[in-house]
């Protein structure tokens, strides 16, 4: 069965601070994918990034940054420096590809970030 | 610009009267999906299809009908609402390789 957990239900940093919002996913699909979505007051899901089981390579995108490691089924999300636009809800989700999978998602129960002045 | 598009926003209705949440893209995406998101569960699939004429149920289809009649609109149809049908739904849709999902703005659904 697939799974995906974000372990941290709430956090709570001050501006400028630095947060890693955890996930570790579950699956037996040898080729998978891994995505971060935001959602924020508004409530909308906004894409972050997706990143294929293939690829181990960190990656940055300005102020976000992400962690994959395979051997330890986890797919970690940091942000620098925080924003008080950062506060949303953070999705960790899953998906498996190929023949037999249906294409659904499956979503961790969500991190929500407050960041504060 | 590509998106899904979801409506409407907002809608409050009663218990029983038949609505329709739509659900159009313009990516001439082969796959789309429902979702509803409740607090403490989460987000659940409701139904998906692959593509024209071709759809099936996800982990919580029971109350809800869908149609995808042309590629790009993908309706959710509630033929009888009940307030535990009470949530924010969202569409979604991919290509084909399912590795990209665009997500529609959601719709808050009261049923009273």
């Known amino acids: 069965a697939q799974k995906v957990t974000q372990a941290q239900t709430e956090i709570s940093v001050v501006e400028k601070e630095d947060v890693t919002l955890d996930c570790v996913y579950e699956?037996?699909?040898?080729?998978?994918?891994l995505f971060w979505y935001k959602q924020p007051p508004s409530g909308e899901l906004v894409f972050l990034i997706r990143?294929?089981?293939?690829?181990?390579q960190n990656e940055i995108s300005g102020r976000y940054s992400w962690n994959f490691q395979k051997s330890t089924s986890s797919f970690n999300f940091t942000i620098t420096a925080s924003q008080v636009v950062d506060s949303a809800v953070y999705f960790c989700?899953?998906?498996?590809?190929?023949?037999?999978?249906?294409?659904?998602?499956?979503f961790g129960q969500g991190t929500t970030l407050q960041v504060k002045p | 610009e590509a998106q899904v598009t979801q409506n409407p926003r907002y809608l409050i209705t009663v218990t029983g009267k038949k609505l329709t949440v739509t659900c159009s893209q313009n990516m001439n995406h082969e796959y789309m999906s429902w979702y509803r998101q409740d607090p403490g569960l989460g987000l659940r699939q409701i139904y998906y299809s692959m593509n024209v004429e071709v759809t099936d149920k996800g982990d919580v289809p029971e109350g809800y009908k869908v149609s995808r009649k042309e590629k790009r609109n993908f309706p959710l149809i509630l033929e009888s609402p009940s307030p535990n049908q009470t949530s924010l739904y969202f569409c979604a849709s991919s290509p084909q390789d399912r590795v990209g999902y665009t997500f529609g703005s959601g719709t808050r659904l009261t049923v009273v």
């Open positions: 699956t037996r699909d040898t080729t998978y994918y």
């Open positions: 990143r294929n089981s293939f690829d181990e």
């Open positions: 989700a899953l998906s498996g590809v190929g023949s037999g999978n249906t294409g659904k998602l499956i």
